[in-house]
Structure formats: structure tokens, C-alpha cells
């Protein structure tokens, strides 16, 4: 059996080893932080919290943010004791667009369409920055077995609270935003009786009445399709890490709450 010595030594050990990890910043932390990602340097074994706790010191502006700030580790929301390793990406942003409590500007993007996450029985989870053409992905889950395909038509609106609105930017933290919206989709088969579900978001610069989201739902019968929507797009403004800017003539705000007019057909 080690002796207490050993373990004392192997707890000093850990807690002077420093871990490398890159932590990225997303929406109106940015902003406050004034850059998109740091290479950070942590002491010792960490979990999330204490990996949190060590970004606000470092960048006291984000305490503005209160308890509202949202923490990932590798891509996945992380609980207070996940483990954070050497190597390791950390993400800090505000809630989502709809939600509750980069270095380049995204209108000089070149246009990109993220590689679909499609599975055998027809889903499909897309970013893109082209303009999306609604018909065709409702389209991609029309199939003989279905009786029903619910199309909601998420568009930039020019009015909000009596605020004239110029145009929209959207911003993702891609990886986990595709990861999110996949279990989003296994999610909607588990709750609703229906056959496919599919999810394109457009990124980048929006003006005003073009498309920022489509969901496809087909189902065996109507209402499944409907609840299914409907569920699905109140999800992904709750846990999708994407974000929204509105432009003003006299200024800019990132949104936390709803900020977009809806088209739905069934």
C-alpha cells in the first residue's frame, strides 16, 4: 500500500501541473471581451467551474453578464463538475438567440453550407450563409409514406417593439451548433410519431423578409407534423448556440428573445 507521503506528493503534483486549453467567445461576450478566442493556461486539475471562474477573472467585463452566461466544454454544454483536460476547447456566450436568461465580420464571408449531418432515414441538420430556398428542403421530406409535411418559414421582420430594423447578422458556434440541432432531431422521433425531420439556419447577414430558418417535418398524419414543428423550433431557440444581431439607423443590440417573423404551411 503507497504511503500518505505518495498521495500528498501526487496531490501537489496535480495541483501545480497547468493545463493549455483555447476558450472561444461567442455573440455579446465577444464583444465584452473584445476578442473571439484566448490560449488560456489553468493550474492544476479543474472542472468547468472552477475553468469559469477563472475566465470571469481573467475578463471581468463578462461579470456584467450575471448568471445568464452559458459554458461548453468540447462543444457540449457543460455541467458545474465536468472535468476540463489539457488540449481542451471551452466556449463562453451568452443565451441563444430566443433563449432565456469573429475576427471577421460575417458580411465579408464567402458564402459556405456546412457538410450536411443527414442519417439513413432522410434527416438532415445545415448552417449555411446562401439564401435557403424553402420549397426545396421541404421537398427533401416528402416521401410516399407520409401523409403530411409541416414547413415553418422563419424570416427577418423590419419591426420589433415599434423599432425599425435595418438588417440581421447570425452567428454560430458551428460544431456544437450542428451537434445540438442532431439531438434535437433524435429528440423530436422520440416525442412525436413522425418520419422526418429536417433543419437548415442561415448565418451571416440577413436583410429584411429573407428566410434565417427552415424546419421540414413529414409524419403519417398532420398533427404529429405540427407538434413537431412547433416543439422543434422553441428547442432550437433554447439550446442551439447561435446568435442574432439587429441593426438600427441609431445602432445595434444582440437579441435574447424573440426577434423573427414566422411563415408556417402545412
Same mark, same amino acid.
Given at each position: ?7 500528498q506528493? +501526487?496531490m501537489?503534483e496535480?495541483a501545480?501541473? $497547468?493545463? /493549455? ?15 473571439a $478566442?484566448v490560449?488560456f493556461?489553468?493550474?492544476?486539475t479543474?472542472?468547468?467551474?472552477n /475553468?469559469f471562474?477563472a475566465?470571469?477573472?481573467?475578463? =471581468?467585463?463578462?461579470?456584467? #453578464?450575471g ?7 468540447? +462543444?457540449?454544454?457543460? &455541467?458545474?463538475?465536468? @472535468?476540463v483536460h ?8 451568452p443565451p441563444?438567440?430566443g433563449g432565456s ?5 460575417p458580411?465579408?464571408? =464567402?458564402a ?6 443527414e442519417?439513413?432515414?432522410h434527416? #438532415?441538420?445545415?448552417l449555411?450563409?446562401? =439564401?435557403i430556398d424553402?420549397?426545396s428542403?421541404a421537398?427533401r421530406?416528402?416521401?410516399p409514406?407520409? %401523409?403530411a409535411?409541416?414547413?415553418l418559414? %422563419?424570416?427577418a421582420?423590419?419591426?420589433?417593439r415599434?423599432r425599425?430594423?435595418l438588417?440581421l ?9 450542428? &451537434?445540438?440541432?442532431?439531438r434535437?432531431?433524435?429528440e423530436?422521433h422520440e ?7 429536417g433543419?437548415?439556419?442561415r448565418? *451571416?447577414?440577413? $436583410? ?5 430558418v427552415v424546419?421540414?417535418v413529414?409524419? =403519417?398524419?398532420?398533427?404529429?407534423a405540427?407538434?413537431?414543428? @412547433?416543439?422543434?423550433?422553441r +428547442?432550437?431557440?433554447?439550446?442551439v448556440p447561435?446568435?442574432?444581431?439587429? #441593426?438600427?439607423?441609431?445602432?445595434e443590440?444582440?437579441?435574447?428573445g $424573440? *426577434?423573427e417573423?414566422? &411563415?408556417?404551411?402545412?
Amino acid at each position: 500500500m503507497r504511503s500518505a507521503d505518495f498521495w500528498q506528493a +501526487q496531490m501537489t503534483e496535480n495541483a501545480n501541473k $497547468e493545463i /493549455a486549453v483555447r476558450v472561444l467567445f461567442f455573440g455579446a461576450a465577444r464583444d465584452a471581451v473584445g476578442k473571439a $478566442e484566448v490560449d488560456f493556461v489553468l493550474n492544476g486539475t479543474t472542472t468547468a467551474e472552477n /475553468a469559469f471562474a477563472a475566465v470571469l477573472k481573467k475578463f =471581468p467585463d463578462l461579470t456584467r #453578464f450575471g448568471r445568464s452566461l452559458l459554458f461548453a466544454v468540447n +462543444q457540449e454544454y457543460a &455541467r458545474a463538475d465536468s @472535468e476540463v483536460h489539457d488540449g481542451d476547447e471551452l466556449a463562453v456566450f451568452p443565451p441563444v438567440s430566443g433563449g432565456s436568461s469573429k475576427a471577421t465580420h460575417p458580411e465579408t464571408e =464567402p458564402a459556405t453550407t456546412s457538410k450536411a449531418t443527414e442519417t439513413p432515414n432522410h434527416d #438532415f441538420f445545415e448552417l449555411t450563409t446562401n =439564401p435557403i430556398d424553402v420549397g426545396s428542403v421541404a421537398r427533401r421530406v416528402v416521401l410516399p409514406e407520409c %401523409g403530411a409535411t409541416v414547413t415553418l418559414d %422563419g424570416y427577418a421582420r423590419e419591426w420589433t417593439r415599434g423599432r425599425r430594423t435595418l438588417h440581421l447578422v447570425y452567428e454560430a458556434y458551428v460544431p456544437m451548433a450542428e &451537434r445540438e440541432l442532431k439531438r434535437l432531431g433524435r429528440e423530436a422521433h422520440e416525442r412525436f410519431d413522425i418520419a422526418h425531420i429536417g433543419i437548415v439556419h442561415r448565418t *451571416g447577414r440577413l $436583410e429584411i423578409g429573407e428566410t434565417s430558418v427552415v424546419i421540414a417535418v413529414s409524419a =403519417p398524419h398532420r398533427r404529429a407534423a405540427f407538434e413537431a414543428c @412547433e416543439w422543434a423550433i422553441r +428547442q432550437l431557440k433554447r439550446t442551439v448556440p447561435i446568435w442574432k444581431k439587429e #441593426f438600427f439607423a441609431d445602432g445595434e443590440v444582440w437579441v435574447e428573445g $424573440e *426577434g423573427e417573423g414566422v &411563415r408556417g404551411k402545412g
